[in-house]
């Protein structure tokens, strides 16, 4: 049986008719280049045509696939207006800005800028949605939240549209490696540890954004690093808990651990003289740029007003 056409089939094949390269539209698109071309593979196996001519470089379109990309712009317009209503009828939904936030900001960075926000901006209806990275970048794209905030590094970017999205930073987050102290208050573990007796290292899942970033201080260090990966998730809290109970080493964002530093229940694991294993990312807030026919809720874009009139020493930053 024929699988149902799905609406990301649509928004994959308008953004692979805009982009003309199957690469570039599965970078923006979030999903690796085979899953991309499979999901055009399914779109065409549903249309019963071929939709796309692979003869040709750059990608073009066959004449069915300039009729269903001309179909597709008014059909997902549509779609979002139709959306766009149906939130609106809600009266709390009115009032209520929405954020897509990744877990580790959502425990740490989210709820110190709402505290220091609402100094400036006053009482506000909020609605988190915790996520990983991949899955809250695709959850503004698809237009299920009005902001979206996540890490940003330079050698890291979000693969948003620049056309389609802007951004404000809101501040700066450090990542570095903590372990527990012993009972001297000294680190049970110190880098860079030995060829030979390589140090417990708790890491990130594969994909994991700040497993990326920890990656690059890793290959950028200018000595040799010796670590054994003997744990590894996706969430900095759970890194964090184990890095407590003593089982090794774990790069996590300051913000998630200054408690624990002060109380000294975690250290940093880099001794005196040992440079180069922290990275400082910026924190940012994302939104799609507003269209005549799709304009920001209300009150999302009060929020983004005020954000944009603040300078960037007057942001509120935790």
């Known amino acids: 049986m024929m699988r149902a056409m799905e609406t990301k089939w649509l928004e994959d094949f308008v953004s692979l008719a805009e982009t003309r390269s199957f690469s570039r539209s599965a970078q923006l698109r979030h ?26 470089y750059p990608t073009r379109l066959t004449p069915a696939g300039q009729t269903l990309y001309t179909q597709s712009l008014e059909m997902l317009q549509a779609l979002q207006s139709t959306r766009a209503m149906l939130r609106g009828h809600s009266s709390l939904a009115q009032g209520v800005v929405e954020f897509a936030v990744p ?21 506000m209806k909020s609605r988190l949605i ?6 809250a970048v695709l959850r503004l794209i698809e237009g299920g939240c009005d902001l979206l905030m996540a890490y940003h590094h330079p050698s890291q970017p979000l ?35 030995r060829a030979g007796q390589p140090l417990p290292y708790l890491g990130y899942a594969p994909g994991a954004y700040l497993g990326r970033v920890t990656d690059m201080i890793l290959k950028q260090s200018g000595t040799a690093i010796h670590l054994d990966r003997i744990y590894e998730t996706d969430m900095s809290e ?36 040992l440079e ?5 990312m910026d924190v940012r807030l ?29 942001l509120p930053r935790p």
């Not at 549903?46 to 040709?56: K, P």
């Not at 915790?130 to 899955?135: C, I, K, L, R, Y």
């Not at 987050?173 to 540890?193: I, Q």
């Not at 996590?252 to 250290?267: F, G, I, Q, T």
């Open 286 to 314: 994302y939104r799609q740029k507003p269209m005549d026919k799709d304009a920001p809720r209300r009150a999302a874009q009060t929020l983004w007003s005020h954000l944009q009139e603040l300078t960037a020493g007057d």
């Open 130 to 135: 915790a996520m990983n990275v991949h899955d």
């Open 159 to 193: 693969q948003l549209d620049a056309g389609r999205y802007e951004s404000i930073t809101l501040g700066q987050e450090t990542l570095a490696p903590f372990v527990r102290a012993d009972a001297d208050g000294a680190p049970m573990y110190r880098l860079p540890g």
């Open 238 to 273: 759970g890194l964090k808990v184990m890095a407590m109970e003593g089982h090794g080493i774990a790069f996590l964002p300051l913000s998630a651990v200054r408690r624990e530093l002060r109380a000294r229940k975690l250290v940093s694991a880099v001794p005196a003289g």
């Open 103 to 123: 877990h580790t900001l959502a425990f740490t960075f989210f709820p110190v800028w709402m505290s220091t926000l609402r100094q400036k901006f006053g009482p």
């Open 31 to 56: 999903v690796t280049q085979p899953a991309f071309s499979r999901r055009i593979q399914a779109l065409e196996a549903w249309a019963g045509t071929d939709l796309v001519d692979r003869s040709s």
């Open 276 to 280: 180069g294993l922290e990275m400082v």
